[in-house]
């Protein structure tokens, strides 16, 4: 159980045009979903909190209109990058929040994003 | 000062030995605590959780947790070289969010 499904997990993309990166919780509903990316050999960098059916929380320093996140259904959160530059190049992983008390969170496999 | 602190590491065991992996943490308010493992290139897959003091015990994974003194821990018995990854202890205040420490890297060597 707890399983977790990003799409897709790798995508090489022009500057400038933008990607969509799809979390889906598999076999429970997650009220709560989280976006991170992550560079090499550093750590987790929380950038938003989805939650279903409101507006996603961004930590600070997170652009909002730059990192569009939907939360449309119990199963399902997207992120997209609008614009990307090299920059936006990263690892990008989504956790779905589950567990007995609904506290424990499970990542899905992640998205490598390069952006030429 | 880090909301969350492991040592960076990298922290090498012969395979079979016992690795120790520590973590401190400052907000004496956090409620539930956790350990993922992240192998090189993959995204963290939780190992234990804990929320009360004491020992927890999953196969050869034990979790200890002192929140008097703000620490928690994980040790690994028998170390196996499939150990070797990066351990990252998460902090929780409550609410599903959690802080993450930068992670130790533990290599264990066959």
């Known amino acids: 159980g707890a399983v977790v499904s990003q799409h897709p997990s790798r995508v090489i993309c022009k500057s400038g045009t933008s990607v969509k990166i799809e979390c889906r919780s598999l076999?429970?509903?997650?009220?709560?979903m989280f976006w991170y990316r992550q560079f090499p050999k550093k750590s987790l960098m929380l950038m938003a909190t989805?939650?279903?059916?409101?507006?996603?929380?961004?930590e600070q320093g997170v652009e909002k209109d730059k990192f569009l996140i939907n939360h449309a259904s119990l199963t399902l959160s997207t992120l997209t990058v609008t614009s990307a530059h090299p920059e936006d190049s990263s690892f990008y992983i989504c956790?779905?929040?589950?567990?007995?008390?609904?506290?424990?969170?499970?990542f899905g496999p992640g998205t490598r994003l390069t952006v030429l | 000062q880090k909301e969350v602190e492991q040592n960076s590491g990298p922290l090498s065991v012969p395979e079979g030995a016992i690795a120790s992996l520590n973590c401190t943490y400052s907000?004496?308010?956090?409620?539930?605590f956790f350990w993922y493992r992240q192998y090189s290139g993959k995204s963290p897959e939780l190992i234990m959780s804990?929320?009360?003091?004491g020992d927890k015990e999953d196969g050869r994974f034990t979790a200890q947790l002192n929140k008097a003194s703000q620490y928690v821990s994980l040790l690994i018995r028998d170390s196996q070289p499939s150990d070797s990854a990066t351990y990252l202890c998460?902090?929780?205040?409550?609410?599903?969010?959690?802080?993450f420490g930068d992670g130790t890297t533990l290599t264990v060597k066959p």
């Open positions: 956790s779905a929040l589950g567990g007995p008390d609904y506290n424990e969170q499970f």
């Open positions: 076999d429970f509903q997650a009220t709560t």
């Open positions: 989805s939650n279903e059916g409101s507006k996603a929380t961004y």
């Open positions: 907000d004496r308010g956090s409620q539930s």
């Open positions: 804990i929320y009360s003091n």
């Open positions: 998460a902090v929780s205040l409550g609410g599903g969010k959690s802080t």
